[in-house]
């Protein structure tokens, strides 16, 4: 499967993006799938997950409440709605796939992703 984020930009404290993960290949709902971010300097780290099948979501601890991933099987889209943004928020974020059935400590594992896009750039900066 091919990946393709997009959806990043600049965006004041406190605004909102949505940051879209479009497939192609083979079908979309034989992934569970996941959005990563990177900040300069730091480690690639977990930010939401979305199960296949009955669709089970993950946040990760640091965006609860702001951010809400989302999946659109019949368009092959997955979506990352971020609202309040913060400057910590910063950074380039990935989405990935893996056709492993995920549980939650694996959902939040890098090494669990066989398939990666190439990432879309978020900064929030006043």
């Known amino acids: 499967v091919q990946l393709q984020a997009s959806g990043g930009g600049l965006v004041q404290p406190g605004g909102s993006l949505r940051l879209s993960c479009a497939t192609s290949?083979?079908?979309?709902?034989?992934?569970?799938m996941a959005w990563f971010r990177q900040a300069p300097g730091n480690e690639r780290q977990f930010v939401a997950g979305?199960?296949?099948?009955?669709?089970?979501?993950y946040n990760a601890d640091l965006v609860k409440g702001r951010f809400t991933i989302s999946r659109d099987n019949a368009k092959n889209t997955m979506y990352l709605q971020m609202n309040s943004l913060i400057p910590e928020d910063t950074a380039v974020y990935y989405c990935?796939?893996?056709?492993?059935?995920?549980?939650?400590?694996?959902?939040?594992?890098?090494?669990?992703?066989?398939?990666w896009g190439q990432g879309t750039l978020v900064t929030v900066s006043s």
């Open positions: 990935a796939a893996t056709t492993a059935h995920t549980i939650t400590s694996s959902m939040r594992s890098v090494g669990t992703y066989e398939y």
């Open positions: 290949g083979r079908p979309f709902s034989n992934y569970d």
């Open positions: 979305h199960r296949r099948g009955r669709g089970a979501t």
